[in-house]
């Protein structure tokens, strides 16, 4: 059985204590651009906490190549957006073949409102079984290409 702890606080959100992936072990990261000050890892890994951003404003890719291929059964990511109203489009892609050809899991948009709609947390149940790339492509305001792009968080299981 599945569980999931909730939480009345709308800015903070529980996740289960799951197998998450050795991303530092298992695979090498690919990115568009980084801020210094908020590297990749920062979002990848789980004893980091500040997230990723981007260093240059429009569309951003984060990468993954495993060095072997993974079965992947769970996506749980998280935005954050405190300062701007926006409209923030992701699409997550994944390859079973080195890159050759890409599968499309899911593609989202979202509103971030600074008076209301900070946050966005994503948690989808997928049955992958050999991922040998993972994509995550953000255009960080779909109205705008002169927003920079961030992630909270990436875990994947």
């Known amino acids: 059985m599945r569980k999931r702890i909730i939480t009345n606080d709308k800015n903070k959100t529980v996740t289960p204590d799951d197998a998450w992936l050795d991303l530092e072990g298992i695979a090498e990261v690919e990115i568009s651009s980084e801020d210094v000050a908020y590297p990749v890892e920062s979002a990848l890994l789980a004893v980091q906490s500040s997230g990723w951003r981007a260093s240059e404003p429009g569309k951003q890719m984060i990468r993954l190549v495993f060095t072997q ?68 492509c953000i255009i960080p305001d779909i109205n705008n290409d002169k927003a920079f792009a961030s992630l909270a968080q990436l875990r994947l299981a």
């Open 69 to 136: 291929p993974q079965k992947l059964a769970r996506i749980w990511l998280s935005f954050a957006e405190t300062s701007a109203e926006r409209t923030q489009e992701f699409n997550i892609r994944c390859s079973s073949d080195n890159g050759l050809s890409f599968q499309e899991i899911v593609r989202q948009q979202w509103n971030f409102s600074p008076a209301g709609a900070t946050s966005e947390t994503e948690d989808y149940s997928v049955e992958l079984p050999a991922v040998t790339v993972f994509e995550l």
